[in-house]
């Protein structure tokens, strides 16, 4: 969960509420707030001022991914709504996942990117074609909730974390995992990233 910013005050937002994740567009010195409301809340954090809110959304926003065309919100529910960030409004849904919606990670790009990464509490990664508001493939093998996704900048690799303390990697033209790592013999991956010159990838842990 995390907690109102100073940056920001809590009159920004709709209501009292809890913020459950966000996402900085810097391009637009936007960032995007999703809450447990469930409401997802657009600020300027030059000005402070709030953009908009919108309360359309069934059930609390658990993750998010931000460009400067479109958002991805990612639920409770699993549901994954494709985000108008002009008018704060949904554009469609995409569905699949069977409860929480962990992380969304689209590819890294210019313009709008096609090509998006989710994970789920139903231990599931999926890779989803946007432009055909359709799954591609779902990704199995992990036993606990997903913590975190990536893609691999050449969009060939997808690497996953679960809090069955593993690094998953999965090859996306073969649609199957080629590898497996242990994280230490407690805790595991709470946040990882693909470093964009190379194939080294930094990854934070839930261990002291």
Known sequence: MINYHPLFDKRALATECNLTTARIDPDEFRIMCGTSLPSVSQLDFTTKDALSTSQAVATPVTALSLNSNFGLVGTQGGTIILWDINSNKQISKLSGHLTQCTSLQTERQQGSPNVLVSGSSDTNVKLWDIRMRAAV????????????????????????????????????????????????????????????????????????
């Open 137 to 208: 493939n779902t990704y199995k093998g992990h036993t606990q909730d997903i913590v975190c996704t990536d893609l691999s900048p050449d969009q060939k690799i997808i690497v996953s974390s679960s809090k069955d303390g593993t690094l998953r990697f999965w090859d996306t033209s073969m649609h199957k995992m080629i590898k497996k790592i242990k994280i230490g013999s407690t805790g595991y991956a709470v946040c990882t990233v693909f470093n964009p010159n190379d194939l080294c990838i930094p990854v934070g842990t839930s261990s002291r």
